[in-house]
Protein backbone atom coordinates (compact mmCIF):
# COMPACT_ATOMS: atom_id res chain seq x y z
CA UNK A 1 0.00 0.00 0.00
CA UNK A 2 1.75 3.54 -0.88
CA UNK A 3 2.00 5.74 1.86
CA UNK A 4 1.14 9.58 1.70
CA UNK A 5 3.09 11.49 -0.94
CA UNK A 6 4.35 15.09 -0.91
CA UNK A 7 5.26 17.33 -3.91
CA UNK A 8 7.14 18.96 -4.13
CA UNK A 9 9.87 17.85 -1.65
CA UNK A 10 12.06 20.95 -1.58
CA UNK A 11 11.17 24.64 -2.95
CA UNK A 12 13.06 27.57 -2.62
CA UNK A 13 11.18 31.27 -3.16
CA UNK A 14 11.62 34.64 -2.41
CA UNK A 15 9.47 37.76 -0.36
CA UNK A 16 6.19 38.03 -1.84
CA UNK A 17 5.97 35.02 -4.11
CA UNK A 18 3.40 32.46 -3.53
CA UNK A 19 3.54 28.60 -3.69
CA UNK A 20 1.12 25.65 -4.06
CA UNK A 21 1.78 22.48 -2.15
CA UNK A 22 0.31 18.68 -3.25
CA UNK A 23 -0.45 15.70 -0.67
CA UNK A 24 -2.16 12.43 -2.22
CA UNK A 25 -3.32 10.27 0.54
CA UNK A 26 -3.14 6.77 1.26
CA UNK A 27 -5.90 5.60 -0.38
CA UNK A 28 -9.22 5.22 1.12
CA UNK A 29 -8.19 7.75 3.27
CA UNK A 30 -10.89 10.58 3.17
CA UNK A 31 -9.14 12.79 6.26
CA UNK A 32 -6.29 14.55 5.34
CA UNK A 33 -4.86 17.34 7.23
CA UNK A 34 -1.62 19.59 7.26
CA UNK A 35 1.19 20.80 9.60
CA UNK A 36 3.84 23.67 9.61
CA UNK A 37 7.22 22.03 12.00
CA UNK A 38 9.98 24.75 12.22
CA UNK A 39 12.82 23.84 14.63
CA UNK A 40 11.73 24.08 18.48
CA UNK A 41 7.93 24.64 17.68
CA UNK A 42 6.79 21.11 16.90
CA UNK A 43 4.35 20.91 14.30
CA UNK A 44 1.83 23.74 14.03
CA UNK A 45 -1.85 22.32 12.89
CA UNK A 46 -2.75 24.02 9.91
CA UNK A 47 -6.01 22.77 8.75
CA UNK A 48 -7.92 19.79 8.22
CA UNK A 49 -9.98 18.12 5.49
CA UNK A 50 -12.51 15.65 5.04
CA UNK A 51 -14.55 14.62 2.23
CA UNK A 52 -13.52 18.13 0.40
CA UNK A 53 -15.02 19.97 3.47
CA UNK A 54 -12.46 21.84 5.72
CA UNK A 55 -13.30 20.54 9.28
CA UNK A 56 -11.06 22.30 11.20
CA UNK A 57 -8.58 25.14 10.77
CA UNK A 58 -5.46 26.07 13.13
CA UNK A 59 -4.39 29.92 14.10
CA UNK A 60 -2.59 30.91 10.98
CA UNK A 61 -3.45 33.97 8.69
CA UNK A 62 -5.37 34.10 5.96
CA UNK A 63 -2.41 33.94 3.77
CA UNK A 64 -2.53 30.14 4.26
CA UNK A 65 -5.44 28.26 2.74
CA UNK A 66 -6.08 25.03 1.33
CA UNK A 67 -8.80 22.41 -0.72
CA UNK A 68 -9.49 19.19 -0.76
CA UNK A 69 -10.61 17.78 -4.29
CA UNK A 70 -13.30 14.49 -4.89
CA UNK A 71 -9.98 11.88 -5.38
CA UNK A 72 -9.05 12.95 -1.82
CA UNK A 73 -5.96 14.56 -2.86
CA UNK A 74 -5.70 18.41 -1.18
CA UNK A 75 -3.55 21.49 -1.88
CA UNK A 76 -2.25 24.10 0.45
CA UNK A 77 -1.36 27.54 -0.89
CA UNK A 78 0.90 30.09 0.47
CA UNK A 79 0.52 34.03 -0.84
CA UNK A 80 2.61 36.41 -0.30
CA UNK A 81 5.64 34.37 1.65
CA UNK A 82 7.28 35.98 4.20
CA UNK A 83 10.63 34.85 5.79
CA UNK A 84 9.19 33.44 8.45
CA UNK A 85 6.81 30.81 6.63
CA UNK A 86 10.41 28.98 5.73
CA UNK A 87 9.27 25.57 7.13
CA UNK A 88 8.98 21.63 6.83
CA UNK A 89 5.30 21.15 5.61
CA UNK A 90 3.96 17.83 6.88
CA UNK A 91 0.85 16.59 5.29
CA UNK A 92 -1.17 13.33 7.34
CA UNK A 93 -3.73 11.49 6.25
CA UNK A 94 -6.04 8.62 8.28
CA UNK A 95 -9.41 6.80 8.03
CA UNK A 96 -10.77 9.51 10.75
CA UNK A 97 -8.99 7.47 13.00
CA UNK A 98 -6.31 8.49 15.56
CA UNK A 99 -3.43 7.08 13.88
CA UNK A 100 -1.91 9.44 10.92
CA UNK A 101 0.06 8.64 8.11
CA UNK A 102 2.47 11.19 7.34
CA UNK A 103 3.89 12.06 4.33
CA UNK A 104 7.46 13.18 4.23
CA UNK A 105 7.28 17.36 4.03
CA UNK A 106 7.78 19.48 1.65
CA UNK A 107 11.04 21.57 2.72
CA UNK A 108 9.56 25.53 2.11
CA UNK A 109 12.93 28.11 1.85
CA UNK A 110 11.53 31.95 1.70
CA UNK A 111 14.66 34.08 0.76
CA UNK B 1 -7.12 26.22 24.27
CA UNK B 2 -4.62 23.47 24.93
CA UNK B 3 -0.98 22.99 26.01
CA UNK B 4 1.04 20.61 26.77
CA UNK B 5 4.92 20.64 28.33
CA UNK B 6 7.45 17.62 27.71
CA UNK B 7 11.15 17.77 28.33
CA UNK B 8 13.16 18.99 25.39
CA UNK B 9 16.03 16.71 25.76
CA UNK B 10 16.80 13.12 27.23
CA UNK B 11 19.87 11.13 27.32
CA UNK B 12 19.96 7.39 28.01
CA UNK B 13 21.94 4.37 27.46
CA UNK B 14 21.49 2.05 24.95
CA UNK B 15 20.12 -1.43 27.07
CA UNK B 16 18.47 0.89 29.47
CA UNK B 17 14.48 2.14 30.07
CA UNK B 18 13.66 5.95 29.55
CA UNK B 19 10.43 7.57 30.41
CA UNK B 20 9.32 11.00 28.59
CA UNK B 21 7.04 12.47 30.10
CA UNK B 22 3.76 14.57 28.64
CA UNK B 23 1.47 16.79 31.02
CA UNK B 24 -1.63 18.86 29.36
CA UNK B 25 -3.96 21.18 29.44
CA UNK B 26 -6.91 20.96 27.55
CA UNK B 27 -11.24 22.39 27.66
CA UNK B 28 -11.35 18.48 26.93
CA UNK B 29 -9.86 15.32 26.41
CA UNK B 30 -10.42 12.79 24.03
CA UNK B 31 -7.15 11.12 23.89
CA UNK B 32 -3.34 10.94 24.17
CA UNK B 33 -1.10 9.98 21.39
CA UNK B 34 2.64 9.69 21.03
CA UNK B 35 4.79 10.12 17.64
CA UNK B 36 8.38 9.19 16.81
CA UNK B 37 10.46 11.23 14.47
CA UNK B 38 13.85 10.57 13.17
CA UNK B 39 16.09 13.52 11.71
CA UNK B 40 14.63 14.19 8.34
CA UNK B 41 12.09 11.85 8.44
CA UNK B 42 8.27 11.87 8.94
CA UNK B 43 6.37 11.62 12.54
CA UNK B 44 5.22 8.17 12.62
CA UNK B 45 2.33 7.18 15.15
CA UNK B 46 3.66 4.99 17.90
CA UNK B 47 0.64 4.83 20.69
CA UNK B 48 -2.89 5.92 21.55
CA UNK B 49 -4.55 6.41 25.37
CA UNK B 50 -8.18 7.44 25.67
CA UNK B 51 -8.43 5.83 29.09
CA UNK B 52 -6.34 5.32 31.99
CA UNK B 53 -3.66 3.03 32.33
CA UNK B 54 -0.99 1.54 30.21
CA UNK B 55 -1.00 0.00 26.96
CA UNK B 56 2.18 -1.91 25.71
CA UNK B 57 3.64 -2.52 22.28
CA UNK B 58 6.58 -4.19 22.12
CA UNK B 59 9.42 -2.58 23.97
CA UNK B 60 7.24 0.64 23.92
CA UNK B 61 4.39 1.27 26.62
CA UNK B 62 2.47 4.83 27.09
CA UNK B 63 0.63 5.50 30.18
CA UNK B 64 -2.27 7.96 31.05
CA UNK B 65 -3.92 9.44 33.89
CA UNK B 66 -6.26 11.37 33.09
CA UNK B 67 -7.15 12.97 36.83
CA UNK B 68 -3.68 14.15 36.66
CA UNK B 69 -4.05 15.41 33.18
CA UNK B 70 -0.33 13.42 32.55
CA UNK B 71 0.93 10.80 30.47
CA UNK B 72 4.40 8.95 29.34
CA UNK B 73 6.53 6.81 27.01
CA UNK B 74 8.52 4.27 28.44
CA UNK B 75 10.99 2.84 25.97
CA UNK B 76 12.60 -0.43 27.10
CA UNK B 77 15.48 -2.17 25.81
CA UNK B 78 17.04 0.88 24.45
CA UNK B 79 18.72 0.58 20.40
CA UNK B 80 20.49 3.66 19.19
CA UNK B 81 17.73 3.66 16.56
CA UNK B 82 15.58 4.98 18.84
CA UNK B 83 17.61 8.14 19.11
CA UNK B 84 14.90 10.64 17.39
CA UNK B 85 12.00 13.17 18.56
CA UNK B 86 9.02 12.04 20.33
CA UNK B 87 5.83 13.91 20.44
CA UNK B 88 2.60 13.72 22.71
CA UNK B 89 -0.62 14.87 21.17
CA UNK B 90 -3.73 15.29 21.99
CA UNK B 91 -7.51 15.93 21.23
CA UNK B 92 -9.77 17.60 23.44
CA UNK B 93 -12.73 16.30 21.53
CA UNK B 94 -13.76 14.13 18.31
CA UNK B 95 -13.12 15.69 15.02
CA UNK B 96 -11.17 18.57 16.95
CA UNK B 97 -7.62 19.01 15.50
CA UNK B 98 -5.06 17.06 17.06
CA UNK B 99 -2.63 19.38 18.70
CA UNK B 100 1.09 18.31 19.23
CA UNK B 101 3.99 19.24 22.46
CA UNK B 102 7.19 20.63 21.36
CA UNK B 103 8.58 17.25 21.24
CA UNK B 104 11.71 15.53 23.21
CA UNK B 105 15.18 14.69 21.71
CA UNK B 106 15.93 11.69 22.93
CA UNK B 107 19.95 10.68 22.29
CA UNK B 108 20.79 6.77 23.02
CA UNK B 109 24.54 6.51 23.64
CA UNK B 110 26.59 3.91 24.17
Known amino acids: KAGVTQTPRYLIKTRGQQVTLSCSPI?????VSWYQQTPGQGLQFLFE???????NKGNFPGRFSGRQFSNSRSEMNVSTLELGDSALYLC??????????FGPGTRLTVL | GQSLEQPSEVTAVEGAIVQINCTYQ??????LSWYQQHDGGAPTFLSY????GLEETGRFSSFLSRSDSYGYLLLQELQMKDSASYFC???????????FGKGTRLSVIA
Open chain 1, 92 to 101: ASSLNTEEQF
Open chain 1, 27 to 31: SGHRS
Open chain 1, 49 to 55: YFSETQR
Open chain 2, 89 to 99: AVRDAGNTPLV
Open chain 2, 26 to 31: TSGFYG
Open chain 2, 49 to 52: NALD
